[in-house]
Nanobody, 120 residues
Framework: VQLQASGGGTVQAGGTLRLSCAAS????????MGWYRQVPGKQRELVARINQNNSIRYGASVKGRSTISFDVAGNTVYLQMDSLKSEDTAVYYC???????????????WGQGTLVTVSS
């Protein structure tokens, strides 16, 4: 499995961020895909997740201004975040949870991370 994220960069405060993550390989076993972010010295935190039933969870700090969606045909998960703040500056990681072996815990896959910098 490979996860290829794109769309990071510098965005003005108050602007909109759009990220995409294309998955390849054994994607048929995926349960969920999503986005996490991390700031140096802090734990990685949930941004948003979407599962195979289109059930969605958002992190508390982005809820209400973020939208996650999944394109089945393209095996791509998208994240849009509006009203960006300086505290949204972080490395954003794409994630996939995959149940590949019956009776075993799911496997977690991570993309390479994409830096998002919110400038004031």
């Amino acid at each position: 499995v490979q996860l290829q994220a794109s769309g990071g960069g510098t965005v003005q405060a108050g602007g909109t961020l759009r990220l995409s993550c294309a998955a390849s390989g054994r994607t048929s076993a995926f349960n969920e895909m999503g986005w996490y972010r991390q700031v140096p010295g802090k734990q990685r935190e949930l941004v948003a997740r979407i599962n195979q039933n289109n059930s969605i969870r958002y992190g508390a700090s982005v809820k209400g201004r973020s939208t996650i969606s999944f394109d089945v045909a393209g095996n791509t998960v998208y994240l849009q975040m509006d009203s960006l703040k300086s505290e949204d500056t972080a490395v954003y990681y794409c994630n996939a949870e995959s149940s590949e072996r019956v009776g075993f815990p799911p496997t977690l896959y991570w993309g390479q991370g994409t830096l998002v910098t919110v400038s004031s």
